[in-house]
């Protein structure tokens, strides 16, 4: 992609996109691990959810932080990825946790803000969803980049 080119438009439905999207998680083996699911996928869109066993949670029984982080991480890969359309890794993120999660569900819902020719900035809310009420648990931004292909 040349400066100040626009990403090629997305060729398929939003259904096959949306499994494109689906098929790359069921590849994460942490992912498939925490039995973590791609809710919503659309370019620079993500929603990631990730459903709340007893063994993400930490001693006080709130969701480890860890888990948080990396339903922010990946969302905000997702976002980028699918505004870049070619292949992504983070070079860095932030997080800030503003509640305990205690739940059913971890929802990640992220979006990219911003999108040069090589990387893209996002920005990620992470719910916790109990008893049907959604509530903010983390907020997030990372900076998402272009995959050179080199080690």
């Not at 990396?70 to 983070?90: E, K, S």
Request: glycine share 8%.
């Amino acid at each position: 992609m040349a400066a100040g080119d626009a990403p090629p438009p997305v060729t398929v439905s939003p259904e096959a996109f949306l499994q494109l999207g689906r098929a790359v998680l069921a590849r994460q083996p942490f992912s498939v691990l925490i039995g973590a699911e791609l809710a919503a996928l659309s370019p620079g869109q993500c929603e990631l959810h990730v459903p709340i066993t007893e063994q993400l949670l930490q001693q006080h029984g709130f969701v480890h932080g860890g888990v948080l982080s990396y339903a922010a991480d990946n969302a905000l890969t997702y976002a980028g990825g699918t505004a870049l359309r070619v292949p992504v890794v983070t070079s860095e993120f932030k997080i800030n946790y503003v509640r305990p999660a205690q739940g059913e569900r971890l929802i990640a819902r992220a979006q990219a803000v911003h999108t040069s020719r090589s990387q893209a900035v996002c920005r990620c809310d992470v719910f916790v969803l109990k008893d049907g009420e959604e509530k903010l648990c983390a907020v997030a931004q990372g900076t998402i980049a272009t995959l050179s292909g080199k080690p």
